[in-house]
């Protein structure tokens, strides 16, 4: 266990904002403004709500927003001081790669799941992905001591 991780509220009310902050940037912007055309579109076509093709466990696609805040606690628990020289904690960096590849194949385990709406469930799922990956960037940098 890192003897320097302790929970913050303010440090993880910053990590969550950092971690939204990413959203702005041109690469995560454009691919999102993608995936909304592509869910708006899919809306459109597929009009999952009018012909009853949505059922209720497809709620459930929006759990995926729950990685986000586990993402930034693993930061916030495990951050590392930046004085006098950070020294990374694997561990942390470990949980890091295990949620961020758990909630990709949650991902495609709920566009696998949504047979009747897969294209719809697709950009909503990657729309979810977006800020995850802002949170992992940001809570990497905090474990590893290695600010960009």
């Given at each position: ?48 709500f009018a012909r009853g093709r949505w059922k209720k466990r497809y709620w459930l696609a929006f759990s995926q927003l729950l990685f986000y805040p586990a ?78």
């Amino acid at each position: 266990m890192n003897p320097h991780s302790s929970w913050s509220w303010p440090y993880f009310k910053w990590l969550f904002s950092e971690g939204l902050g990413f959203v702005n940037l041109p690469p995560f912007a454009w691919a999102g403004v993608l995936l909304a055309a592509g869910l708006i579109g899919s809306l459109a076509l597929q009009k999952p709500f009018a012909r009853g093709r949505w059922k209720k466990r497809y709620w459930l696609a929006f759990s995926q927003l729950l990685f986000y805040p586990a993402i930034i606690a693993v930061g916030v628990l495990f951050r590392v001081p930046t004085q006098p020289t950070p020294i990374a904690n694997p561990a942390a960096e470990r949980a890091l790669d295990v949620l961020f590849y758990l909630s990709l194949a949650f991902g495609g385990f709920r566009v696998y799941l949504m047979k009747s709406v897969r294209w719809l469930a697709f950009c909503l799922v990657g729309l979810q992905e977006i800020p995850i990956f802002g949170a992992l960037l940001v809570a990497s940098m905090s474990v590893t001591g290695a600010w960009i």
